[in-house]
């Protein structure tokens, strides 16, 4: 059986850039605990540390030279700060957007790395705009300023249009926007009714017209076709589940992500003509992400996991389709010892079928289970390597990961049915699924939106949980609303419901309101730099549960944010809430 420190120390590596000529890879690697910059033959070889950090780095190169823009910020706290550094071992970081008070993400390089944009607070704390920075002179510039959540989305070939995804005021709706940088002419790609998203351009190399994804009155994304002259666009490819793509700069090949129940399958298609020339070689059945083309196009590098691989880079020849590994990171598990999860659905309080993966183990039918539940609430959890789950599976329990009412991947509808009001009814899906699994010993575990979903569960369903161990997770909806960072606050109200109109069953649904009906022992791990889910919730639910004598370890991390970013830490942490919940269901079979 694997170790639960063998399972967390199985290291990764993405892929974040190829070089211009196309012979080395910019790798982003977690080999020292925390994830940093590497450089690697394209072939293959040793990787070359270029960044050694205590907090993870992100970056990219600077077109045209052997630089890097470098994204970090401090420890957890997401106001992330803009570098240079050269692209060679041991040289150091270079300010160049640097205000450590706001925060500057989404860096997008122009073509020719002549123009930087980037999205930060700066104006008010709050409101996020578009500032574009010549890298030669230094001057910058605002070009975006209608506020809200919105991001740069990438420069047309020739540099005259910015692209800029905004978030609107309903859940799950986003624009799309050009600004011509020349005039300022703001172009509104996306007019619509209902709520629906829209991706970023993937540019046919003339610049006449993009490709991108969207589910305008579809139920899933597809991919619809921009003619810039025309000003108007039309779907080109639409499929049963979600599509996504992207183009290489050259424009020779467009790839198609699908999204088919959580799997990957990536298609290679001719831009203009949309002819389907074959598919790209996945080492398995799980999941590509981090898709990065050369500059030339003839490779494709990703980052392929799946539960019974931690993940590593790939690099597909665009030709055939073939694939080879680049980077295979250090590892001392056998893969044999490992479970393969199966995809199940079951059928909810009011028939809804709801997906869930299930990890069986070697245990019996009445194994006590864990329910590990995502974040988001708008996000998927799909089948990737997860420590915990292999450990809790190779160790005696069952593990079981829906993905309940709200989560994405799966349509709008289904994204919709936990909006605001229905909010609990997302919680009755755990329920649900507690009785398909026949009732037996459960434990719930979840981060984030997923630990609100741990606290609720056991709030408003006492009788049925064992234990929880929640990470980050949300006590009270009103004063996560209340203490959220300014700019996270309007944002998240689309999805919550708003204070001033919703106080009443914000409070009513919060677990801190129902906290006497609480029973289970509970596990809560928590960041002190935390500014999307503040110490705060953490802390108020630990001392309440405290007082009446439920059991309740609380562990605070001082370096860390919204989550546990530093392999030491999560070494600490997560042998902690096993040996726990050992304990605590050891307790429970005796009595």
């Given at each position: 059986?694997?170790?639960?420190?063998?399972?967390?120390?199985?290291?990764?590596?993405?892929?974040?850039?190829?070089?211009?000529?196309?012979?080395?890879?910019?790798?982003?690697?977690?080999?020292?605990?925390?994830?940093?910059?590497?450089?690697?033959?394209?072939?293959?070889?040793?990787?070359?540390?270029?960044?050694?950090?205590?907090?993870?780095?992100?970056?990219?190169?600077?077109?045209?030279?052997?630089?890097?823009l470098v994204e970090k910020?401090?420890?957890?706290?997401?106001?992330?700060?803009?570098?240079?550094?050269?692209?060679?071992?041991?040289?150091?970081?270079?300010p160049l957007v640097h205000?450590?008070?706001?925060?500057?993400?989404?860096?997008?390089?122009?073509?020719?790395?002549?123009?930087?944009?980037?999205?930060?607070?700066?104006?008010?704390?709050?409101?996020?705009?578009?500032?574009?920075?010549?890298?030669?002179?230094?001057?910058?510039?605002?070009?975006?300023?209608?506020?809200?959540?919105?991001?740069?989305?990438?420069?047309?070939?020739?540099?005259?249009?910015?692209?800029?995804?905004?978030?609107?005021?309903?859940?799950?709706?986003?624009?799309?926007?050009?600004?011509?940088?020349?005039?300022?002419?703001?172009?509104?790609?996306?007019?619509?009714?209902?709520?629906?998203?829209?991706?970023?351009?993937?540019?046919?190399?003339?610049?006449?017209?993009?490709?991108?994804a969207t589910s305008d009155?579809?139920?899933?994304?597809?991919?619809?076709?921009?003619?810039?002259?025309?000003?108007?666009?039309?779907?080109?490819?639409?499929?049963?589940?979600?599509?996504?793509?992207?183009?290489?700069?050259?424009?020779?090949?467009?790839?198609?992500?699908?999204?088919?129940?959580?799997?990957?399958?990536?298609?290679?298609?001719?831009?203009?003509?949309?002819?389907?020339?074959?598919?790209?070689?996945?080492?398995?059945?799980?999941?590509?992400?981090?898709?990065?083309?050369?500059?030339?196009?003839?490779?494709?590098?990703?980052?392929?996991?799946?539960?019974?691989?931690?993940?590593?880079?790939?690099?597909?020849?665009?030709?055939?389709?073939?694939?080879?590994?680049?980077?295979?990171?250090?590892?001392?598990?056998?893969?044999?010892?490992?479970?393969?999860?199966?995809?199940?659905?079951?059928?909810?309080?009011?028939?809804?079928?709801?997906?869930?993966?299930?990890?069986?183990?070697?245990?019996?039918?009445?194994?006590?289970?864990?329910?590990?539940?995502?974040?988001?609430?708008?996000?998927?959890?799909?089948?990737?390597?997860?420590?915990?789950?292999?450990?809790?599976?190779?160790?005696?329990?069952?593990?079981?990961?829906?993905?309940?009412?709200?989560?994405?991947?799966?349509?709008?509808?289904?994204?919709?049915?936990?909006?605001?009001?229905?909010?609990?009814?997302?919680?009755?899906?755990?329920?649900?699924?507690?009785?398909?699994?026949?009732?037996?010993?459960?434990?719930?575990?979840?981060?984030?939106?997923?630990?609100?979903?741990?606290?609720?569960?056991?709030?408003?369903?006492?009788?049925?949980?064992?234990?929880?161990?929640?990470?980050?997770?949300?006590?009270?909806?009103?004063?996560?609303?209340?203490?959220?960072?300014?700019?996270?606050?309007?944002?998240?109200?689309?999805?919550?419901?708003?204070?001033?109109?919703?106080?009443?069953?914000?409070?009513?649904?919060?677990?801190?309101?129902?906290?006497?009906?609480?029973?289970?022992?509970?596990?809560?791990?928590?960041?002190?730099?935390?500014?999307?889910?503040?110490?705060?919730?953490?802390?108020?639910?630990?001392?309440?549960?405290?007082?009446?004598?439920?059991?309740?370890?609380?562990?605070?991390?001082?370096?860390?944010?919204?989550?546990?970013?530093?392999?030491?830490?999560?070494?600490?942490?997560?042998?902690?809430?096993?040996?726990?919940?050992?304990?605590?269901?050891?307790?429970?079979?005796?009595?």
């Open positions: 059986m694997p170790s639960l420190r063998d399972l967390l120390e199985a290291r990764i590596a993405l892929p974040a850039d190829f070089s211009g000529d196309g012979e080395t890879v910019l790798v982003s690697s977690n080999l020292t605990g925390t994830l940093q910059l590497y450089g690697s033959p394209r072939d293959g070889g040793v990787l070359e540390q270029l960044t050694d950090l205590p907090d993870p780095v992100a970056g990219q190169y600077v077109p045209g030279t052997n630089r890097i910020d401090e420890d957890g706290n997401e106001r992330v700060q803009l570098y240079l550094l050269d692209a060679v071992p041991g040289a150091e970081l270079e205000e450590p008070e706001f925060i500057h993400r989404a860096p997008r390089l122009s073509r020719v790395g002549a123009l930087l944009a980037f999205t930060s607070n700066r104006r008010n704390g709050v409101d996020f705009d578009i500032f574009v920075r010549e890298l030669a002179s230094g001057r910058e510039r605002a070009v975006f300023e209608l506020g809200g959540w919105c991001d740069a989305a990438g420069f047309s070939p020739d540099g005259r249009w910015l692209a800029v995804v905004r978030e609107t005021e309903r859940s799950g709706d986003s624009d799309l926007y050009l600004v011509d940088l020349a005039s300022g002419e703001l172009v509104h790609v996306s007019p619509h009714e209902e709520e629906a998203f829209f991706g970023e351009p993937a540019w046919l190399p003339d610049g006449s017209a993009f490709l991108f009155r579809r139920d899933t994304a597809g991919i619809a076709r921009y003619d810039v002259a025309a000003r108007s666009w039309r779907y080109v490819l639409e499929a049963e589940w979600d599509l996504d793509c992207k183009i290489d700069e050259a424009g020779r090949t467009l790839v198609v992500d699908a999204n088919e129940d959580g799997y990957s399958r990536l298609a290679l298609h001719d831009p203009e003509t949309l002819e389907l020339r074959g598919e790209v070689e996945l080492p398995g059945r799980g999941v590509a992400s981090e898709l990065v083309f050369s500059r030339d196009g003839a490779q494709l590098a990703f980052h392929f996991s799946s539960p019974l691989e931690p993940g590593d880079v790939w690099v597909c020849d665009t030709e055939t389709g073939a694939t080879t590994r680049l980077t295979t990171s250090p590892s001392a598990l056998r893969r044999d010892e490992l479970v393969e999860p199966g995809l199940h659905r079951f059928a909810s309080f009011d028939g809804e079928s709801v997906p869930v993966f299930l990890y069986e183990g070697d245990g019996d039918s009445s194994a006590p289970v864990v329910i590990m539940i995502h974040g988001g609430p708008e996000a998927q959890l799909r089948p990737i390597f997860s420590p915990l789950a292999q450990y809790f599976a190779s160790h005696g329990y069952a593990v079981a990961a829906p993905n309940v009412r709200g989560s994405t991947g799966y349509g709008k509808r289904y994204e919709h049915l936990d909006d605001v009001y229905r909010r609990l009814e997302s919680v009755r899906d755990v329920v649900a699924l507690h009785e398909w699994l026949g009732g037996r010993d459960a434990v719930l575990y979840g981060g984030s939106y997923g630990g609100y979903m741990v606290l609720a569960g056991l709030a408003f369903h006492p009788e049925r949980w064992a234990a929880g161990v929640e990470i980050v997770g949300i006590s009270s909806l009103v004063t996560f609303l209340e203490n959220t960072a300014a700019w996270r606050r309007t944002f998240r109200e689309r999805e919550y419901g708003s204070l001033e109109r919703d106080r009443e069953f914000l409070l009513e649904a919060s677990p801190l309101t129902h906290v006497d009906r609480m029973r289970a022992p509970l596990f809560i791990i928590h960041g002190a730099n935390d500014p999307r889910v503040p110490l705060g919730e953490a802390q108020q639910i630990h001392h309440v549960l405290t007082e009446r004598g439920i059991p309740c370890e609380l562990l605070v991390y001082e370096d860390e944010g919204h989550g546990l970013a530093k392999l030491e830490n999560r070494l600490d942490a997560y042998p902690k809430a096993v040996s726990f919940l050992d304990r605590v269901l050891a307790g429970a079979r005796t009595t």
